[in-house]
């Protein structure tokens, strides 16, 4: 769907016709408003939209997302853009990410060196780093998210989108303190798992060297220590693909919680297949390595992309 000057378009809100230049449009059903009428509500004025953020189009034939059907879920679903094959595939998603990514290589590409570029710098601050990184993180991953959707659907994607998640930072940090937990939950296995042969080889070995107390707790303790972390990874990677579309639905306006409800009925029922697809996709992201590192700035975008069109295939489909 395409606006232009000359095209009448009518608010939302107040319908009336609405400029080009005095339009603002919603980032969840794409409908337009006046900037006063916008900023009096404070929110779309679609029934049941959740939208509370716009993206302000520039010039003329801006495209962006047609309205949401109506049967769609609780706040309906985007129609993507023309061309996206909306299959739960590998091919497919690979087709759409590549289609959506080379219409936008040097936005995405810098859009992902700028988040890489801030993240390292925090990480080198002595002392307060990490502590800045966990406040800063899940705003930063909304920014990147927001502009791979804004890429995917043809929505006019700017630099600027990548701090997008700042203005909604409250929403995404308690996101990103969720998704650590879970994480955390994930790794309790390996961490009892460690301290059964740790114990036990103070215990029975103490005076002896590492190798020797390890040795000495003995095959069954060391066995089940080993399968505890063998758990571990068995338990994140399974908690990983149930909530891994957490971020893409609080970048359309979900909060939190219904995010990680929602992308638990998005994954039901296929999560090893959405598994296996995420797996490829990261491969193809660190793939770039191999040009002495410098190719992931082209294979990372590009594998977000792909992780983005995952995304809008198994929603359109849920």
Request: aromatic share 10%.
């Amino acid at each position: 769907m395409t606006y232009d000057a000359v095209s009448t378009q009518f608010c939302n809100r107040c319908q009336t016709p609405v400029a080009e230049n005095d339009a603002v449009y919603c980032r969840v059903c794409g409908r337009p408003h006046h900037t006063a009428c916008w900023d009096s509500a404070g929110r779309c004025s679609t029934p049941d939209c959740p939208g509370t953020a716009t993206v302000r189009m520039q010039g003329q034939g801006s495209v962006i997302p047609p309205p949401p059907p109506v049967t769609a879920g609780r706040y309906g679903a985007y129609t993507p853009i023309d061309g996206f094959i909306a299959e739960v595939g590998l091919s497919p998603v690979m087709t759409n990410g590549w289609n959506a990514f080379r219409n936008f290589i040097p936005i995405a590409i810098l859009g992902y060196l700028i988040v890489t570029i801030i993240n390292t710098i925090v990480g080198y601050i002595p002392f307060i780093g990490p502590i800045i990184s966990i406040l800063i993180g899940g705003a930063m991953i909304g920014g990147e998210i927001i502009l791979t959707l804004n890429i995917l659907y043809n929505r006019n994607p700017q630099i600027g989108d990548v701090f997008f998640g700042f203005q909604q930072y409250g929403k995404w940090l308690v996101a990103y303190l969720l998704w650590l937990l879970v994480i955390i939950a994930g790794a309790i296995p390996a961490i009892i798992g460690g301290v059964i042969i740790g114990v036990s080889a103070g215990i029975m070995g103490a005076g002896a060297s590492f190798t020797g107390s390890i040795s000495a707790a003995g095959p069954a303790v060391i066995a089940l220590g080993s399968l505890l972390i063998l758990a571990t990874f068995v338990l994140i990677a399974f908690l990983t693909v149930r909530w891994m579309f957490v971020f893409y639905l609080v970048a359309e306006d979900y909060n939190p919680i219904d995010a990680f409800r929602r992308s638990a009925e998005i994954t039901e029922g296929r999560r090893l297949q959405l598994f296996g697809i995420s797996f490829v996709i990261g491969l193809i992201m660190m793939s770039g390595v191999i040009a002495c590192g410098i190719g992931v700035l082209f294979t990372a975008p590009l594998g977000m992309c792909m992780m983005g069109a995952l995304y809008l295939a198994a929603r359109n489909q849920r």
